[in-house]
């Protein structure tokens, strides 16, 4: 259809008839032109289609709406009188029209709308899968905090977890390089986490060790030192009388008899009073065994300047009860009994000698 409309005047019409006269002829083209494309519908999926649809909305306007409207202002200028009359016709004629070409126009806006929402969803579904893999990078990487202050064991259980993900392309895609450098670079932050555990374990135990030592020492100390002062204290009371000062030999007399050598014999001071109560037979008082022990040599030391072996001592009832190395080892808990069987002993030798003529 030609853009540039004619018209044959019969007659001498009025100015709105002339004016009304120019669109008249254009009447059946719009309505040819909307019949044409009346609900027509079209596969915007297809290139073709696309085509055919954008094809039909541009004739539609330019022969259609764009042709009227062209018409439309080029009388509107020459005909201001009829500028109402001409705007109605103008309406009444592009409503013939405008609804093919809106029902047309819904139908591309619609598929352009479907294209963006498509879009949209895949640069969302993108972004989710990046940040899904860069979520799990970050997981891997954070492994070695939460392993801070952990025992040695949890770290080592840590270590085999980490070793056992799969950061293989089939799991992190493109991702996949970046996961395995982050699973190594966390195994050896783990490892390095692990030893200086172990260190710190050690150390602590070995503190925990020398505390335990010392304590030892300083209990077994505190032993010897309570056996060295019982030791002392009994070669104190072991200690001889002093000997009284040298008097001059009386005449021979005869030998007093037994009975009255006893009653002539003095008192036994606080210290002798032990070994006056194992002369007399008295029955030691029954010790307690506090574990410690002494030495053969010790026991020769308290009762110096007298001296016994193991043989002696085991006559009088005492055998060793354990030994160390060379040494032979007594219960310190019988250094009183002892000392008593052997006041016991010398008390029952005879020592009386006959007189030199």
């Known amino acids: 259809m ?37 609900n027509v519908a079209y596969d915007m999926t297809t290139t073709k289609g696309a085509k055919a649809a954008r094809d039909a909305r541009l004739e539609l306007r330019e022969s259609g709406r764009f042709a009227i409207q062209r018409l439309r202002d080029q009388t509107k200028g020459q005909l201001n009188d009829c500028k109402t009359v001409i705007e109605t016709e103008a309406t009444r004629l592009i409503a013939i029209v405008e609804p093919a070409e809106v029902a047309i126009d819904k139908q591309i806006k619609a598929h352009e709308q479907k294209l963006a929402d498509e879009k949209a969803a895949k640069e969302k579904t993108e972004a989710a899968r990046v940040q899904k893999h860069t979520d799990a990078i970050a997981t891997i990487a954070g492994y070695s905090d939460k392993a801070r202050g952990l025992a040695v064991e949890r770290i080592e259980a840590g270590i085999a977890y980490v070793r056992g993900i799969d950061v293989s392309a089939a799991v992190f895609e493109e991702f996949a390089e970046r996961a395995a450098g982050e ?34 020492l300083a209990a077994q100390q505190r032993k010897l030192d309570e056996q060295a002062a019982e030791l002392a204290r009994q070669r104190e009371a072991l200690a001889p009388a002093p000997l009284a000062a040298p008097v001059a030999e009386p005449e021979a007399a005869p030998a007093p008899a037994p009975a009255a050598a006893a009653a002539a014999r003095p008192a036994p001071t606080a210290m002798q009073q032990p070994a006056a109560r194992a002369a007399a037979g008295a029955a030691p008082a029954a010790e307690v065994d506090t574990d410690a022990r002494v030495s053969l040599g010790q026991i020769k030391t308290l009762i110096a300047p007298l001296s016994i072996d193991a043989a002696g001592l085991e006559q009088l009832g005492f055998p060793p009860v354990a030994t160390d190395k060379s040494k032979r080892l007594y219960r310190a808990c019988d250094l009183p009994a002892i000392r008593q069987a052997m006041i016991l002993h010398l008390a029952s030798l005879g020592l009386e000698l006959p007189l030199a003529a």
């Open 2 to 38: 030609s853009n540039e409309l004619t018209t044959t005047a019969l007659g001498t019409p009025s100015i709105n008839d002339a004016a009304l006269a120019l669109f008249t002829p254009l009447e059946a083209d719009m309505t040819a032109l909307a019949a044409k494309y009346h």
């Open 183 to 216: 699973k190594a670079a966390t195994i050896s932050r783990l490892e390095q986490m692990a030893a200086d555990r172990r260190t710190a374990d050690a150390a602590e135990a070995q503190r925990v060790e020398n505390e335990r030592v010392a304590a030892e």
